[in-house]
């Protein structure tokens, strides 16, 4: 009973440095979607996917490229980090299409020093 | 785009007392509404998913209520324990294939 799960859980970065945060699901849902989650703030819309080989931006997309090649993975890659990108960082995945009925990994803690 | 807020923040209430957490919308043209548990730095739980034709859903103590035509959903926790201590996040679909979540609830059950 894996669900959603996301690797690595914790990460420091450089400035300037690129990562690919791991996101893989076994639950065979089409919808697959990338959170941001800073202190205080709710969590933000990164990339979501409606299914294999379709991906579209959300509300902070910016430093940020997806793709999805398989049902199973979703992987986000940051080019070139920022400090801005210091968060927490939700992978998850539904069966709805109105994105409810979600299930979230239990995220990346990036810190970009 | 959906502007989600909860009201309160931050609350903190004796153990056995009940707990009402509120969730406002501004777009009402949704199917579904869901209530998620996040426990400090955990990942989130999904506790209720309420559809719009129900209006309200159960499981066990938790509550949840939803009135589309005021853009409001009510989080009920009855005779609250210390277990229940955690953040409260309330999520709202909105265009296609997206969720606009609340800032949450953060709530402190004192034993």
């Known amino acids: 009973n894996a669900g959603v799960t996301q690797t690595p859980k914790f990460r420091i970065l450089k400035i300037g440095q690129s990562m690919t945060l791991q996101c893989t699901q076994d639950?065979?849902?089409?919808?697959m979607y990338w959170y941001r989650q800073d202190p205080g703030m709710g969590l933000k819309l990164i990339y979501y996917?409606?299914?294999?080989?379709?991906?579209d931006k959300g509300e902070v997309p910016n430093g940020y490229n997806v793709s999805r090649s398989t049902t199973e993975d979703f992987p986000l890659r940051l080019e070139l980090a920022a400090p801005s990108q210091t968060s927490v960082y939700f992978c998850?995945?539904?069966?709805?299409?109105?994105?409810?009925?979600?299930?979230f990994g239990q995220g990346t803690r990036l810190t970009v020093v | 785009k959906q502007e989600v807020t909860q009201i309160p923040a931050a609350l903190s209430v004796p153990e056995g007392e009940n707990l009402v957490l509120n969730c406002s919308f501004t777009?009402?043209?949704?199917?579904?509404l869901q209530w998620f548990r996040q426990d400090p730095g955990k990942g989130l739980t999904s506790l209720l998913l309420i559809q719009s034709s129900q209006r309200e859903q159960t499981s066990g103590r938790l509550n949840a209520s939803l009135d589309k035509s005021s853009g409001r959903s009510t989080l009920y926790i009855a005779a609250s324990q210390p277990g229940d201590s955690a953040t409260y996040l309330c999520?709202?679909?909105?265009?296609?294939?997206?969720?606009?979540f609340g800032k949450g609830n953060q709530v402190v059950v004192i034993p």
């Open positions: 999520a709202v679909p909105y265009g296609n294939n997206r969720l606009a």
């Open positions: 639950m065979n849902h089409n919808y």
């Open positions: 998850a995945s539904s069966y709805l299409q109105d994105g409810t009925e979600a299930f």
């Open positions: 996917s409606v299914g294999a080989g379709i991906t």
């Open positions: 777009d009402s043209a949704i199917y579904n």
